[in-house]
Each structure stands twice: as C-alpha cells, then as structure tokens.
C-alpha cells in the first residue's frame, strides 16, 4: 500500500508543470519582441483597409455639347485631352460619358471605346474597337442589333446625348438653343429619324 501514495505524488508532479518554466517562455525578450511586431502589423492593417477610404475627386462639370459628328471628330474625345471629356458613339448616336470616366477614359476596362464607335463590340461582346470610317453594322445578326439598342437604351438612361455619328458625306444637323432636344426619348436610330 506504501506505492499508491508515490504514484499519485509523481502524477501531481508531471500535471502541474514548473511556474518559472512558464514565466521564461511567455516574458522572453524575444517573444515579447515578436509579440509587439504582430500587434503593430495588425494594426497596421485594420488601419488600412478599414481606417481610410478613397475617395475619387469630382469630375469638373463640363458644358454639355450638342452636335453631330464624323468619326474623324469623334476621336478626339477619348479622354486624353485637357478638360478630359469622353465620348462613345453607340447605334448611331453620340453620348457624353465623361461622368463614367474611370470605365471610359484612359486607364480604364472600356477604354478602347472612348472617342469611338462602340457599337460592334457591345454587339458582340468584345472590348475591341474598330478603326473603320463608319461601321453602319450591316454585318450583325437580328440577336446582336437587338443587343445593340439594349446598350443605346441604357446609354440614354444615364448619360448625356450629344448628336449623331455621321455617315461619310451626311450633314449634320443644326441644333440651336431654343430647338427641344427631340431625339433624347427616342430610341430609334439615326436612319429611322429621316425616315420619319
């Protein structure tokens, strides 16, 4: 009987283990050390992704232009001049899509649209532009014209019309100031207009 007592002295031994043991391990310069350097990262990273918020500087507002244009004049609004106006041509109609500048303009996803006709990589969804004089789509499907006047309607919704994408020759139409922007309801193309 004399041996269950030692046993449980040892099992009582070996269960607690030494308190300075510990005291060295958790306040070792080098741990502590390592532990301020992961707080620091830490909150270095909080701070970053939660502390400071980018904010995109407003766009200038820029008068709104109304006039038809060839695609020679239409290339010049791709974004890269001064006052960094966009323009896309989509289905015939020019829009001003300066607001969306960051999708439009240099730099950005779209920016192979920006000062060009948009019409037949919207219609086939491809983000390359053609370097046609005027593409009049002739070539596309019933599903991608219907694709097309999808992009014009929605580009009538959010952005400014500016005029007409002119055919080799076409004249442009005079717009004057009293004249009510007609145009900017319909979603009909250029061609259904003079039909009219």
Same mark, same amino acid.
């Given at each position: 009987m004399a041996s269950a007592p030692e046993t449980k002295?040892?099992?009582?031994?070996?269960?607690?283990?030494?308190?300075s043991f510990? @005291?060295?391990?958790? @306040?070792?310069?080098?741990n502590l050390l390592l532990t301020v350097i992961i707080v620091v990262l830490v909150y270095k990273i909080f701070r970053s992704k939660?502390? !400071?918020? @980018?904010?995109?500087?407003?766009?200038?507002?820029?008068? $709104?232009?109304? !006039?038809?244009?060839?695609?020679a004049e239409l290339r010049q609004y791709d974004g890269t001049q001064t006052d960094g106006r966009v323009l896309v041509a989509v289905n015939g109609w020019i829009f001003d899509v300066t607001r969306g500048r960051r999708f439009y303009g240099p730099g950005g996803p779209y920016a192979v649209f920006g000062g060009k006709d948009a019409s037949r990589g919207l219609a086939t969804f491809s983000v390359t532009s053609t370097d046609k004089e005027y593409d009049d789509l002739s070539d596309l499907n019933s599903m991608q014209m219907e694709s097309v !006047?999808?992009?014009?309607?929605?580009?009538?919704? $959010? @952005?400014?019309?500016?005029?007409?994408?002119? $055919?080799?020759?076409?004249e442009p139409t005079n717009y004057s100031d009293e004249e009510p922007e007609e145009t900017d309801n319909s979603t009909s193309s250029p061609d259904d207009k003079k039909d009219q």
């Open positions: 002295t040892i099992e009582t031994e070996t269960a607690t283990p030494n308190s510990i @005291y060295e391990i958790l @306040y070792s310069p080098v939660f502390g !400071k918020v @980018y904010v995109e500087p407003p766009t200038p507002e820029l008068p $709104k232009i109304r !006039k038809d244009m060839t695609v !006047k999808e992009w014009e309607a929605q580009f009538r919704e $959010k @952005y400014d019309l500016v005029g007409r994408l002119l $055919k080799p020759g076409e």
